[in-house]
C-alpha cells in the first residue's frame, strides 16, 4: 500500500505548532499591531539573485493555460506590507503614523529542499513605523524570549562572528567564500544557549536593508539564529528608490550571468517609495524553524504535515 | 553521456568525477536566507570504496555515470580470475581477487549475484543477501549443546572459515548473512 498519504508530523507536534501561532499572535496583538493579508500571488518579486520565486501563468482562457500574465508567488510578503506602511504611515495627517502591521503567511522559494528548506513554508513578517535599526533588534530579542524562554539575545557583529569563529576578516572575502563560512564553521556556534542576533553585515549583504556609511560600511540587517539555525532576518529598511533601483539592476545582471531568468525591476513598491516609505525596521521569521527549535525536531519535515513530497 | 545540475543532486545519484564513477551517499542542501545555495555531499567510489566529501554550489554540474547493475551467475574461478554470466544476455564477464575482496568466501557455483558494470566493464559484484553454505570440516559438535551464543571456526564448500555454534557438524548446511559474514541458522543436517 501506498503510505505517502500519512503526515510527516505528529499530532502532538500539530498542538505544539498551533500553540506557538497563538503565542505569536498574542505577542503583536498585545503591542498594537495589526494583524494583516496581502497577495501570495503577485505581479512583482523581491529581485534578489539568490532567490527563486515560483512563476504562475495568470491565464484568461481555460483553453490555453500557458498563455497569460506572469505572476510570482511571493518569496516574502515585503512589497505589499511596505506598501500599507508608504499609504498609510506616512507623514501629518496620515491615518496611523506609528502604524505597525504583521502577517503569518505562506511563502514559496524554488528549489530549497532539504533538512531545513521546503520550498512552501510559512513565514511570520512585522513592520513598525518609527523603529530604527536598535529598536527592530530590540523588539524582535523580545519576540525570541517571549517565545523561547532562552533568555536575552547575544548581540553579535558580522565581523566578529566571523573572527572568533572562522578566523578571518569577511572583509576580504568574496560573498560566496562568506556563505560557504557561515554555513560551515559560522552558524553552528550561533544561539547555543541563549538566542543570538547577527548585526552589521557585509554591505554586499544588504538585501533591503540601509546601509550605514563608515569604513567600512555595513549593512544595518540583522538575523537571529537558535541552536546554529537561521530563524529570522530583519532590515532597518532601505527607503531610497534609487538605490533599490540599482541593487535590482545588479541583482538581474548576476542572475543573467548564473543563467538564470531575470525578475522584473520595476514593482509598485518602488512607485510606493516614489510616494515615500516612513522610517521603519521590519523582520521575517521561518515559523516552521521556530517550531523546530522549541521542540527539538531535527527537520523541518517533521513539524510540517505534508512536506513537498507529500504536498 | 547526461549531466545533473544541482537541482538534481540527491542521495543515490551516480556521478562520474575524473573519469570514475561515485555514489552519492549524502547530500545536504544548506542555504543561507539571502545567500547561495550549497550542496555538501559525500560520495563513494564505487571502484575503490573510498569516500569523498565536496561542496558545489548552486549552478554547478556533474556527468552521470553510466553505471548499470545486472543479474548474473557466478561460473568459476580460474587462477586469480572471478567468472561470472549476464543471466539474461550470457554475456561473461571477469572480476579480480582485489574487486571481489571478501565476497569470494561466498562465491559458490551458480550462485545469483549482481555485478555492477561502469561504461560496461564489470568493476564489483554483491553476492545475494543470505547463501546457503555446506560445512567441509568442523571439530565435531557437542550434542545437546544447543546455545548459540559459543561459537566455533567452521570450513564451508567455499574454503571460507565462519564462526557457527558449538552444535554444527560436518555435512550440515548453514544459512550466512553476507553484509556481516555471521551465520544466522543450520538448514539441514
Known amino acids: ?311 | 553521456m547526461s549531466t545533473y545540475r544541482t537541482g538534481d543532486f540527491r542521495k543515490g545519484l551516480k556521478v562520474q568525477i575524473d573519469g570514475e564513477p561515485y555514489l552519492m551517499s549524502e547530500m545536504n542542501f544548506r542555504k543561507p536566507g539571502k545567500g547561495n545555495a550549497i550542496y555538501e555531499c559525500t560520495l563513494k567510489n564505487l571502484i575503490r570504496g573510498t569516500t569523498l566529501k565536496k561542496v558545489y554550489r548552486g549552478g554547478d554540474e556533474l556527468e552521470s555515470a553510466d553505471v548499470e547493475e545486472v543479474p548474473c551467475q557466478y561460473l568459476y574461478k580460474q587462477g586469480d580470475t572471478y567468472v561470472f554470466m549476464n543471466t539474461k544476455t550470457y554475456d561473461q564477464y571477469e572480476l579480480s581477487k582485489d574487486q571481489i575482496e571478501d565476497a569470494w568466501k561466498y562465491l559458490k557455483e551458480g550462485l545469483p549475484v549482481s555485478v555492477l558494470l561502469f561504461n560496461n566493464q564489470p568493476i564489483s559484484m554483491t553476492p545475494p543477501p543470505h547463501v546457503e553454505l555446506k560445512v567441509e570440516y568442523c571439530e565435531p559438535g557437542a550434542r545437546g549443546d544447543t546455545a548459540t551464543n559459543v561459537t566455533k571456526p567452521v570450513r564451508v564448500e567455499t574454503g571460507a572459515e565462519i564462526l557457527a555454534p558449538l552444535f554444527i557438524n560436518e555435512g550440515n548446511v548453514l544459512k550466512i548473512d553476507t553484509r556481516t559474514g555471521e551465520y544466522i541458522e543450520r538448514v539441514s543436517t
Open chain 1, 1 to 311: 500500500m501506498d503510505r505517502d498519504f500519512l503526515p510527516t508530523a505528529t499530532l502532538d507536534m500539530l498542538r505544539r505548532r498551533a500553540e506557538l501561532l497563538q503565542a505569536i499572535r498574542q505577542f503583536f496583538d498585545s503591542r498594537g499591531f495589526l494583524e494583516i493579508e496581502t497577495p501570495i500571488l503577485s505581479h512583482d518579486a523581491v529581485v534578489d539573485r539568490h532567490l527563486d520565486p515560483l512563476r504562475v501563468t495568470l491565464f484568461t482562457d481555460p483553453r490555453e493555460p500557458s498563455r497569460g500574465e506572469t505572476l510570482w508567488l511571493q518569496t516574502s510578503p515585503e512589497f505589499a506590507m511596505k506598501r500599507l506602511l508608504a499609504a498609510y504611515g506616512v507623514g501629518r495627517g496620515s491615518p496611523d503614523p506609528a502604524l505597525a502591521i504583521y502577517q503569518i503567511t505562506k511563502v514559496f522559494r524554488g528549489g530549497e529542499i532539504g533538512r531545513l528548506h521546503n520550498p512552501e513554508f510559512t513565514m511570520v513578517e512585522w513592520y513598525r513605523v518609527g523603529d530604527d535599526y536598535a529598536a527592530g533588534m530590540d523588539l524582535l530579542a523580545d519576540l525570541a524570549d517571549s517565545i523561547l524562554s532562552r533568555g536575552k539575545a547575544e548581540r553579535l557583529t558580522f565581523a566578529e562572528a566571523f573572527r572568533r569563529y572562522a578566523d578571518v576578516d569577511p572583509r576580504g572575502l568574496e560573498d560566496y567564500e562568506i556563505d560557504l563560512l557561515l554555513t560551515s564553521k559560522v552558524e553552528t556556534h550561533l544561539g547555543r544557549g541563549r538566542p543570538t542576533i547577527l548585526h552589521d553585515y557585509k554591505a554586499s549583504q544588504s538585501a533591503l536593508a540601509r546601509v550605514r556609511s563608515g569604513n567600512p560600511p555595513v549593512a544595518e540587517r540583522f538575523e537571529l539564529y537558535v541552536d546554529g539555525i537561521e530563524l529570522a532576518n530583519g532590515y532597518h529598511e532601505l527607503l531610497d528608490p534609487a538605490v533599490l533601483r540599482e541593487r535590482n539592476r545588479a541583482n538581474n545582471v548576476a542572475r543573467v550571468a548564473d543563467g538564470k531568468y531575470k525578475l522584473p525591476e520595476e514593482s509598485r513598491l518602488l512607485a510606493a517609495m516614489d510616494h515615500g516609505l516612513p522610517a521603519c525596521s521590519g523582520c521575517a521569521l521561518g515559523f516552521d524553524r521556530l517550531v523546530m527549535v522549541a521542540t527539538g525536531a531535527k527537520s523541518i519535515q517533521e513539524v510540517i504535515p505534508f512536506p513537498i513530497e507529500r504536498a
